[in-house]
DNA sequence: GCTATCATGTTATAGTATAACAACCCACGC
DNA sequence: GCGTGGGTTGTTATACTATAACATGATAGC
């Protein structure tokens, strides 16, 4: 992956490059597992990529439709949900949209940075946070299966305050 | 409210009680800030905490149109997106669903237990989980306006483990 | 090649939410 | 009282998000 956690916020980075790095961790990831990262999952796994903003399913149905006429709404649902199910891809919930997954091969929970005025998101992936939520849940008896944690707000580039 | 965070999970608690209660609070807290509570507004409030689980929007419709055939989508919207405004009710992301606020007078971010079992869902409001993301987002320059926290999972009642 | 399995195509429909404009109501000032 | 103006609700239509159900096609192991 191109960078750190922040660079899906600075202005310009090597976004090919940032893409052409996921697809070949994809690939090699479900080589390893045995999965069959076909050319339709694939295509769907890059043009999420393709933007390093949250994507809807169906403007990635529009895209398809570019070069598969015969793509539907299941052929986009269907691709998403084995993303998702092998972590190359997150579903951001407050937005209805997809991204991909920064890094699939640290297994983490879903913790998103997401700019409303530049829709660009970060995956935060902070241990300490992800720590004190199952330990508080734990307290109270919870049984934790999964966090969705997605914290809306202004990125650096969009009136963030500097780092410290 | 009747009783501490987990008091949702628990068998029976005295809801009608704790409906009572929210409707008395959501009251006194309109009438102090001079909004306007008006009857459907009110009685959106009351479905949303008549079952004390989360509750979809056209759920409430049905349950609107027993009593008030010409409801239609945005009457229900539009009292929801009242009461979500005022703080009285959550919306839960992942489930496309709505919760009453346990403590509209506590200023809070949203943070939910989420039971896929039972479908229970409890209002965390823990102090250092906000402050911990917040520092975390802060650090890299972020400027928090939203937190979105839910943790799904089992419920101590459906096999959570005992608290400590 | 046969066959079991997984993947995709295809059609239809379910579920969630908002746009746009009309009608109504009520508080306020005249 | 009367108008008037803003906020609330009614009404119709539509946009957006997602899945069901069954048919067809590709793939891999035997
Ligand atoms: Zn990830
Ligand atoms: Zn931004
Ligand atoms: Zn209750
Ligand atoms: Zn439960």
């Not at 976004?15 to 045995?34: F, I, N, P, Y």
């Not at 934790?144 to 990125?155: H, K, M, N, P």
């Amino acid at each position: 992956m191109a960078g750190d956690v922040l660079s899906t916020f600075r202005g310009v980075h090597d976004h090919g490059r940032c893409t052409d790095d996921a697809l070949a961790t994809a690939e090699a990831l479900c080589a390893e597992k045995g999965l069959r990262l076909t050319a339709l999952r694939r295509r769907v796994l890059e043009l999420v990529w393709s933007r390093h903003q949250p994507v809807r399913a169906y403007d990635l149905l529009e895209d398809l439709r570019a070069e598969r006429r015969r793509a539907a709404p299941p052929t986009v649902y269907r691709a998403l949900d084995f993303l998702i199910a092998n972590r190359l891809v997150h579903r951001i919930e407050s937005l209805n949209a997809y991204v991909g997954c920064a890094g699939p091969r640290n297994p983490h929970v879903g913790q998103f940075l997401i700019c409303r005025k530049c829709s660009a998101v970060a995956e935060l992936n902070d241990g300490e946070i992800a720590r004190t939520v199952a330990r508080k849940a734990r307290g109270l008896g919870f049984t934790v299966e999964r966090q969705t944690i997605e914290i809306a707000g202004l990125c650096p580039q969009c009136g963030g305050t500097r780092a410290a």
